[in-house]
């Protein structure tokens, strides 16, 4: 041990980025054995935050630093920060409620158990990104540390994602756009998501890209989502409503009940409140 652990230090040194979390696996991988691991942790080179996850004992861990590990160094399957977390981060919060601070993630299986045990004051809300969106409208750019360039973000934008760069090291973190988390959070519509802060919401999204709500809606299986997209979008008449076709997304038959007691908007075929002034 005397001999091997300075080497194989400085190789972990170097393998593990600052901030970021690694499992078992990932440390197995890079030649890492179980009882070499042990040693580290024992020794302070390492902690163990829960479960068989690792990081460099350096600050407070962050929600941002889990996600970006996943979203890169672990990656085994895509993952994007959406809905109401996206749209926070993008700077419309003060239109959101201030409620217990959750997490949302997207994509097409649940991150690994241990997401929900590390000590952070957030709880992470997984949605299955297969339920709301056809394959067709792309997934999340994953698996690169160093992809934060124009190239990658406008790749990512094409799909509907934003890529921010995080923290001092700047790592990558995937998240939804705008026009994106918008269809995410009416989804959320009306059981976790109320219709007055998703109408102040829209109300501010003056500048929405016509072309990649265009592609999002016409993508978009979520037929509620839609329906309330295009109630909103006449309730508030941004320029970018003009320059979107109704008539090429697929907006489904019949009625549906959102609100109990509300009244029916005929256009939509959807209950809203009463306050909204349906006809």
């Not at 939804?176 to 109408?199: G, K, N, Q, T």
Request: glycine share 6%; charged share 25%; net charge positive.
């Amino acid at each position: 041990m005397t001999t091997q652990l300075p080497r194989k230090l400085n190789q972990l040194r170097q393998d593990l980025p600052e901030g970021l979390l690694v499992d078992a696996a990932w440390l197995s991988d890079h030649g890492y054995t179980t009882s070499l691991v042990s040693k580290y942790v024992a020794a302070g080179y390492l902690e163990r935050p829960a479960g068989r996850v690792y990081r460099k004992p350096r600050g407070t861990l962050s929600w941002e630093q889990a996600v970006i590990s996943l979203q890169t160094l672990l990656y085994r399957t895509p993952l994007a920060v959406g809905g109401h977390t996206a749209l926070e981060l993008q700077g419309y919060e003060h239109y959101l409620p201030r409620t217990t601070r959750q997490v949302h993630l997207y994509g097409p299986s649940a991150p690994p158990g241990w997401l929900s045990k590390l000590p952070l004051s957030v709880r992470f809300a997984f949605h299955n990104s297969a339920r709301l969106f056809s394959p067709d409208a792309g997934l999340p750019p994953q698996g690169d540390l160093n992809r934060a360039n124009a190239q990658a973000e406008k790749d990512a934008a094409e799909k509907g994602f934003v890529i921010q760069s995080w923290g001092q090291w700047r790592w990558p973190l995937v998240i939804s756009s705008p026009e994106r988390a918008l269809l995410e959070l009416l989804d959320e519509l009306p059981d976790h998501e109320s219709f007055e802060h998703v109408d102040k919401l829209v109300e501010s999204l003056s500048t929405l890209s016509p072309r990649r709500m265009q592609t999002l809606l016409q993508a978009c299986r979520s037929v509620k989502a839609k329906r309330l997209f295009f109630f909103f979008a006449d309730r508030h008449s941004h320029a970018w409503k003009n320059r979107i076709s109704k008539t090429q997304v697929d907006l489904g038959h019949g009625k549906r009940m959102l609100v109990k007691g509300g009244v029916l908007d005929r256009t939509y075929q959807i209950t809203v409140p009463r306050r909204f002034d349906a006809v």
